[in-house]
């Protein structure tokens, strides 16, 4: 019974978010909202303040080197894979398979896992993956959608993203061990108790957003199946490999069980309303969605694996 304060949380909002949408609770406009609210205000903060309060050293470097192999090897696959599904929404495939929704889902089912006090641990397993989204992920698809890459555009939408500067400044704070001596300092307890109030809410918001964004169109489902099999085959056999490669290296079990977890989340939400096609728009869902069970299926066997 030890494991339901872990995982009936989790799935209660997500519930909510379901019931919301059914019944109409919350129309479209004000999920949109209330997502506004999470990734302008409050992620940045929990991401600033992960990310701030983490440890820097050779071991977190490797980490970092390992997910951006892992990212770039995904991305292959995911061209490589492109003939597996047919029609117009073949070319959206590399961007399902590679990536990984971190703040949005990573983060509050971590934090059911294994507390926020650890949550610098997946922050820093998803310092390459974000970096990756602001760059290479964000200019292909745009590549992929428009015929050409517009760097002067990438770097705007880079620069306006709030939750960017969260990373920079955190990893920043981090090296130069500000944070730490802030925490030190007699303005610790304020410092505390802000960033307690900022991230409360974080994780139940997003668990009800995402539950209410949960959908399965049945014209794309083929697709998004096999999409989604396809990245779960990829990320299995790359799973091995960085588990083989870092357990040498890391001893502490809430970096690892960050590393498992991290590894199988989703792919990143913004690949759903990137795109302008709406047949890509509803493919890119559905396979999020789907994707979303292997998530919740590898979050609640690790909670089980904790007793």
């Given at each position: 019974?030890?494991?339901?304060?872990a995982?009936?949380?989790?799935?209660?909002?997500?519930?909510?978010?379901?019931?919301?949408?059914?019944?109409?609770?919350?129309?479209?406009?004000?999920?949109?909202?209330v997502?506004?609210?999470?990734?302008?205000?409050?992620?940045?903060?929990?991401?600033?303040?992960?990310?701030?309060?983490a440890?820097?050293?050779?071991?977190?470097?490797?980490?970092?080197?390992?997910?951006?192999?892992?990212?770039?090897?995904?991305?292959?696959?995911?061209?490589m894979?492109?003939?597996?599904?047919?029609?117009?929404?073949?070319?959206?495939?590399?961007?399902?398979?590679?990536?990984?929704?971190?703040?949005?889902?990573g983060?509050?089912?971590?934090?059911?896992?294994?507390?926020?006090?650890?949550?610098?641990?997946?922050?820093?397993?998803d310092?390459?993956?974000?970096?990756?989204?602001?760059?290479?992920y964000?200019?292909?698809?745009?590549?992929?959608?428009?015929?050409?890459?517009?760097?002067?555009?990438?770097?705007?939408?880079a620069?306006?993203?709030?939750?960017?500067?969260?990373?920079?400044?955190?990893?920043?704070?981090?090296?130069?061990?500000?944070?730490?001596?802030?925490?030190?300092?007699?303005?610790?307890?304020?410092?505390?108790?802000i960033?307690?109030?900022?991230?409360?809410?974080?994780?139940?918001?997003?668990?009800?957003?995402?539950g209410?964004?949960?959908?399965?169109?049945?014209?794309?489902?083929?697709a998004?199946?096999?999409?989604?099999?396809?990245?779960?085959?990829?990320?299995?056999?790359?799973?091995?490999?960085?588990?083989?490669?870092?357990?040498?290296?890391?001893?502490?079990?809430?970096?690892m069980?960050?590393?498992?977890?991290?590894?199988f989340?989703?792919?990143?939400?913004?690949?759903?309303?990137?795109?302008e096609?709406?047949?890509?728009a509803?493919?890119?869902?559905?396979?999020?969605?789907?994707?979303?069970?292997?998530?919740?299926?590898v979050?609640?066997?690790?909670?089980?694996?904790?007793?």
């Amino acid at each position: 019974m030890n494991v339901l304060p872990a995982i009936l949380p989790v799935f209660l909002m997500l519930l909510t978010g379901v019931i919301c949408n059914r019944f109409q609770i919350i129309d479209q406009h004000g999920i949109n909202s209330v997502k506004k609210i999470i990734t302008d205000i409050f992620l940045p903060f929990v991401l600033f303040n992960a990310l701030s309060t983490a440890t820097y050293n050779s071991t977190t470097l490797l980490i970092v080197l390992a997910i951006a192999a892992h990212l770039l090897i995904t991305l292959a696959a995911g061209y490589m894979f492109r003939p597996w599904v047919d029609g117009e929404i073949r070319n959206h495939l590399p961007f399902l398979v590679s990536g990984f929704e971190g703040g949005m889902i990573g983060y509050p089912l971590y934090i059911s896992l294994m507390g926020i006090d650890k949550l610098h641990n997946i922050a820093t397993v998803d310092i390459a993956n974000s970096i990756y989204a602001f760059t290479l992920y964000m200019a292909l698809m745009s590549a992929s959608e428009k015929g050409s890459i517009e760097p002067k555009t990438l770097a705007q939408s880079a620069l306006r993203a709030p939750a960017f500067y969260g990373i920079i400044l955190g990893v920043i704070f981090g090296l130069t061990n500000i944070t730490h001596l802030l925490v030190l300092s007699p303005l610790g307890g304020l410092y505390s108790s802000i960033i307690n109030m900022l991230s409360s809410p974080v994780s139940a918001l997003i668990l009800m957003t995402v539950g209410y964004n949960l959908q399965f169109n049945r014209k794309v489902l083929s697709a998004a199946a096999i999409t989604s099999g396809l990245r779960l085959a990829v990320q299995l056999v790359l799973a091995a490999g960085v588990w083989f490669v870092l357990k040498q290296f890391i001893s502490d079990p809430a970096m690892m069980v960050a590393i498992l977890l991290y590894i199988f989340l989703p792919p990143f939400f913004v690949s759903a309303i990137f795109t302008e096609n709406e047949k890509k728009a509803a493919y890119a869902s559905t396979t999020t969605s789907l994707y979303m069970v292997v998530s919740i299926t590898v979050f609640t066997i690790l909670a089980f694996m904790k007793l």
